[in-house]
T-cell receptor, first 113, second 111 residues
Framework: KAGVTQTPRYLIKTRGQQVTLSCSPI?????VSWYQQTPGQGLQFLFE???????NKGNFPGRFSGRQFSNSRSEMNVSTLELGDSALYLC????????????FGPGTRLTVL | AQKVTQAQTEISVVEKEDVTLDCVYE???????LFWYKQPPSGELVFLIR??????QNEISGRYSWNFQKSTSSFNFTITASQVVDSAVYFC????????FGKGTRLHILP
């Protein structure tokens, strides 16, 4: 089975722009979660989707949003980018929610200039 | 509130030595899950193990072993006869309603 894929792998944007990141889960997985990883804050949970519904949300401002499509693919969007949004954004998929193991993609490294 | 503490920020050992990575957690849930992930320099988190709160049996997988002790809220990870390929950042995570990760321990295995 193919693993979790994320596109693009690298992205450079400037402050004020917006960005959309994409995640394709492992085939058959219906839950997708997003995380932000920075050297200072570590791995922080952004949100989790299951069957096209946002099930959980972390403590991030409204500039961070996401959605999940009927084929379980997910996108996250960050509007009005700030320098502090520079990070590795990781997507993880699991069969279901709560107890299932999450499998991670390679991440998208976003640099905001 | 849930919390995961990995007190060791960075560890360096010489190849073939054993090394233990500590993980202490806090939760009020009676049912929860604990995980260990490995993040090599490539950046992708690799799943290593999952343990539920009702299963305190220790587990061994090759050179890896895990010690889960509910009494001390700890879920420690030991690598026996370490190898250079074990060099990575290791994360402990707790999943109840949401998943919380520790800050990670950066492990250097020196040849």
């Amino acid at each position: 089975k193919a693993g979790v894929t994320q596109t693009p792998r690298y992205l450079i944007k400037t402050r004020g722009q917006q960005v959309t990141l994409s995640c394709s889960p492992i085939s058959g997985h219906r839950s997708v979660s997003w995380y932000q990883q920075t050297p200072g804050q570590g791995l922080q949970f952004l949100f989790e989707y299951f069957s096209e519904t946002q099930r959980n949300k972390g403590n991030f401002p409204g500039r961070f949003s996401g959605r999940q499509f009927s084929n379980s693919r997910s996108e996250m969007n960050v509007s009005t980018l700030e320098l502090g949004d520079s990070a590795l954004y990781l997507c993880a998929s699991s069969l279901s929610v709560d107890t299932d193991t999450q499998y991670f993609g390679p991440g998208t490294r976003l640099t905001v200039l | 509130a849930q919390k995961v503490t990995q007190a060791q920020t960075e560890i360096s050992v010489v190849e073939k030595e054993d090394v233990t990575l500590d993980c202490v957690y806090e939760t009020r849930d009676t049912t929860y899950y604990l995980f260990w992930y490995k993040q090599p320099p490539s950046g992708e988190l690799v799943f290593l193990i999952r343990r539920n709160s009702f299963d305190e049996q220790n587990e061994i997988s090759g050179r890896y072993s895990w010690n889960f002790q509910k009494s001390t809220s700890s879920f420690n990870f030991t690598i026996t006869a370490s190898q250079v390929v074990d060099s990575a950042v290791y994360f402990c995570a707790l999943r109840g309603d949401k998943i919380i990760f520790g800050k990670g321990t950066r492990l250097h295995i020196l040849p």
